[in-house]
């Protein structure tokens, strides 16, 4: 009777080996294959790196010459929207600023240092 204790034990045993091989066998299988296969995941071509190739295309050096001779075919009246343009996107970003600094002050002396 202790005989058949003991094959149950062995073969408990035996069980729990083969479904660790087959684990370890199944990692196997799943383990990454590091062989390139061409995708690109993130693209390293970065401006003011030395590798830099510009494709072509509208970021290409070629048309920024382009972009230079449209911008100085504006007439007065264009210039000065132009300009008007970009000063007030300026002061638009400096506004914001202003008022969180200003929001920041309000806090620390009503809240903060009461």
């Known amino acids: ?3 058949g204790v003991d094959n149950k034990t062995v073969t ?3 069980k729990k ?3 660790l091989a087959r684990k370890q066998a199944q990692k196997q299988a799943k383990r990454f294959d590091p062989e390139d296969d061409g995708r690109v995941i993130a693209n390293m071509n ?3 790196m030395p590798w830099h190739n510009p494709l072509p295309g509208p970021d290409a050096p070629e048309d920024a010459e382009g972009n230079r001779e449209k911008l100085s075919k ?3 009246k264009q210039t000065f929207f132009l300009v008007m343009g970009v ?3 300026a002061l638009a970003v400096a506004a914001v600023f202003i008022l969180i600094y200003f929001l920041f002050i309000l806090f620390c002396r009503f809240v903060w240092f009461k």
């Open 87 to 89: 000063v007030g996107a």
């Open 17 to 19: 080996a083969e479904r």
């Open 46 to 48: 970065v401006d003011g």
């Open 74 to 76: 504006l007439d007065k």
């Open 1 to 3: 009777m202790s005989s």
């Open 12 to 14: 408990r045993a035996d």
